[in-house]
């Protein structure tokens, strides 16, 4: 069965500040891997997702991502923080040699991004 | 364009009762997903729909929870004699139909809150 860790409840940064939210997660054979964000009264928006080829995937209003497989780990970076990133994020992931389709998420990340 | 919409937003019921969820997903999206997420945790699977059929079951907790999509668009979660157990945020995702070497990602409604009384 695969599983999401996020290791932090929550991380603070300064506006204008690199932010790292961190995921590690473990499958069985090659994952794929999202990263998802929830505002307030809101639906989960996709950022971005590592399907395969290049490590290091961008996504959505300046976030990327690093795939590691040698640390099983899918940290979330974005080079200057902003006040409206603040939100609640989830990794997920789900394998790719089962056809399985349902993702398994984290527990979330509450970043909080102060001015 | 259009996202996904769940109906209602709000569902307050009584333990014991029936309840059923609605979900309209993206149009043209073939894959329909429902989730459910408690308070401080993140989204667990539920069932998804490929088509009218359901592909996936495996995350129905027991046999008080039911979902349909007869006409392969629209989606119904039903929950028999509901607990207060149940009560969660019930979120509902659709995705185009992934290939057998991609995925495309899921697109979440806002969800349905469901408290029991």
């Known amino acids: 069965a695969q599983s999401v860790a996020q290791p932090e409840d929550q991380v603070n940064v300064a506006e204008g500040n690199p932010l790292t939210v961190k995921c590690t997660y473990s499958v069985s054979g090659n994952p794929y891997l999202f990263w998802y964000v929830q505002y307030p009264n809101r639906g989960l928006q996709f950022l971005l997702k590592?399907?395969?080829?290049?490590?290091l995937v961008k996504g959505s209003y300046g976030f990327e991502a690093e795939f590691n497989k040698s640390q099983t780990s899918f940290h979330l970076k974005k080079p200057s923080a902003l006040v409206s990133d603040s939100a609640l994020y989830f990794c997920?992931?789900?394998?790719?040699?089962?056809?399985?389709?349902?993702?398994?998420f984290g527990s979330g990340t509450r970043l909080q991004v102060q001015p | 364009g259009a996202g996904v919409s769940q109906t209602p937003s709000n569902k307050v019921t009584e333990k014991g009762k029936y309840v059923e969820l609605r979900c309209d997903p993206i149009s043209g999206h073939t894959a329909l997903y429902w989730y459910r997420q408690s308070l401080g945790q993140g989204p667990e699977f539920l069932i998804y729909?490929?088509?009218?059929?359901?592909?996936?079951d495996s995350g129905l907790p027991n046999d008080r929870f039911f979902a349909v999509r007869p006409e392969g668009s629209v989606s119904t979660l039903k929950i028999q004699r509901t607990e207060r157990g149940d009560s969660a945020v019930y979120l509902c995702?659709?995705?185009?139909?992934?290939?057998?070497?991609?995925?495309?990602?899921?697109?979440f409604g806002p969800g349905t809150r469901l408290t029991v009384l």
């Open positions: 995702a659709s995705s185009l139909t992934s290939g057998a070497s991609s995925y495309n990602e899921q697109f």
């Open positions: 590592y399907i395969t080829g290049d490590n």
């Open positions: 997920a992931v789900t394998p790719t040699d089962t056809g399985r389709r349902a993702l398994t």
């Open positions: 729909f490929q088509g009218t059929g359901a592909a996936d």
